[in-house]
């Protein structure tokens, strides 16, 4: 028998990156008998190499536990989620599938950037939240500090905040007892025909799709023939389960609960992530609302190292995209690096998390060209095109407006900081909107700043300059017009697409010189003269010369008529000419790949 809903809790854990949500979530399970002591293992539920190694969340992991609380048993699912900026849009799927929120928060870093973020996310999906100090235990915790922190920043209540350690068990029965407490029972009704939101889906190679669903209304059975409302799609359940923490077969999914079902669902398209799931024969009347769809942030080239791998990068790209929705690949074609793809991503780490998974779970050898943001132009004609790279911009007399991307960015640092933040987000073209202080020590500035200045090495040089104490977050405001220019690079004459830019206009001298140096180290010398020219349309602003190999032509001359000697040099200069005028320029990998690395 299905658990009532009056006796189950959905809930999620957000916070900050590295505050102990994994940790937390390992309790959870051990204190409910889910998982043995013997069986435990620190973060349970991250079940990537990746997560493991780097000690991030980078997916979403759903667990159904069992607890016995004032003699009566319930059921609750909880949904780990990342901490991490980029993986900002797991976060709000899974907090559509909860009626509560565990907030949790460092008892020594305190309120930090993502605490903020992850908070009002939460509140605009009206969860209850149960503030929660974390690490209590450590000697250097600062508990009524932080807890003041967390009253200015999030408006919580102090005598609310939990007290626990996740990492030696301190105070985690009172924490469950408060979610069983304080967070709602789900509304639904079993008697009603199917409702049930899709957060989340991942492709087993022998099953097929695994649809990850919180039921609304109504029961889902094996056997039963379900739609999915958004494509009209029938399908047949042919299992239904919950993760316990391992996929445990059931028999029923009811009201207010959390599990998966399986339908011999082929591809991952045809289960969209905030589609409605209903039944075939009885449908629902209406369906949910979802979810936006993520927005690719980031693009960047993949290509493989041999050429010959194409098909093979082709296919472990299509098998990664069956378990991340979230970015997107094309062909494209390179002059310096042969065939490849262009993808999209969520953000940095996201695109690093992606490299280091198809060079290791598939063994290729990529190289991956420098990450630009996506443009939006305006033509003379009107019409309005999405820009993903140099090679798509068009002739500058077509343009009428050319807008980059805007975020706003919130910049959580210690208060002596602030000179050198703002002179960092001035320099990077940064607009202060506001500060505010969450005590004497730290504040909250917030920049309006082009996201081509912050993809690269922000978050690097916030971490440096604030030894390590900044924290960042930022959220897309819209498009805005800017004074942006097409930076083409000319190797003896010839425009050279794969190393074009798109730079701002003041910065386009000085990101011109510092391409062209490069280059000059990395081709080799030819025997004719080699020009290297920065231009903007047909506007020359930079150039380096790679002198031509030059070889003593009056060696075996040894005194007499200098009219002989002469006669040698000018035949030489005449070759030199004729060559400089046919000859062809070899550009090494190694030059491209000297260009296009992040600065």
Known sequence: MPTPTSNIRNFCIIAHIDHGKSTLADQFLLKSGAVSERDIKAQTLDSMDLERERGITIRMHPVTIYHKHNGQEYELNLIDTPGHVDFNYEVSRSLAACEGAILLVDAFQGVQAQTVANAFLAMDANLKLIPTLNKIDLPHARPDFVIGEMETALFTVP??????????????????????????????????????????????????????????????????????????????????????????????????????????????????????????????????????????????????????????????????????????????VSDGLGFGFRCGFLGMLHREIIQQRLERDCELDLVQTAPNVTYEIEKTNGDVIQVHGPQDVPDGGNIKEFREPIVKISFLIPAENIGGLMGMCTERRGTFVRTEYLSKQRVILVFEMPLAEVIYDLYDKLKSFTHGYGTMDYDLVGYREADLIRLDILVHGKRVDALSIIVHRASADRRGRRVLQKLREEIDRHMFEVSLQAAIGGRIIARETIAAMKKNVTAKCYGGDISRKRKLWNKQAEGKKRMKAIGMVDVPQEAFLAVLEDD
């Open 159 to 332: 005598e609310e905040v939990m007290a626990v350690s996740a990492k030696s068990g301190i105070g985690i029965e009172d924490l469950m007892g408060a979610v069983i407490d304080r967070v709602p029972a789900p509304t639904g009704d079993p008697t009603a025909p199917i409702k049930a939101l899709i957060y989340n889906s991942h492709f087993d190679t022998y099953k097929g799709v695994v649809v990850y669903v919180r039921m609304i209304d109504g029961s889902i059975k094996p056997g039963q023939r379900v739609k999915m409302m958004r494509t009209n799609r029938e399908y047949v359940v042919t299992e239904l389960g919950q993760f316990r923490p391992a996929p445990t077969k059931i028999d029923e999914l009811a009201a207010g609960q959390v599990g998966y079902f399986m339908a011999n669902i082929r591809t991952i398209d045809d289960a969209n992530i905030g589609d409605t799931v209903t039944d075939a024969f009885n449908p629902t009347a209406t369906a949910m609302v979802g979810y936006k769809l993520p927005k690719a942030m980031v693009y960047s080239g993949l290509y493989p190292v041999n050429n010959n791998e194409f098909e093979d990068l082709r296919e472990a790209l299509g098998r990664l995209r069956l378990n991340d929705s979230s970015f997107s690949f094309v062909p494209e």
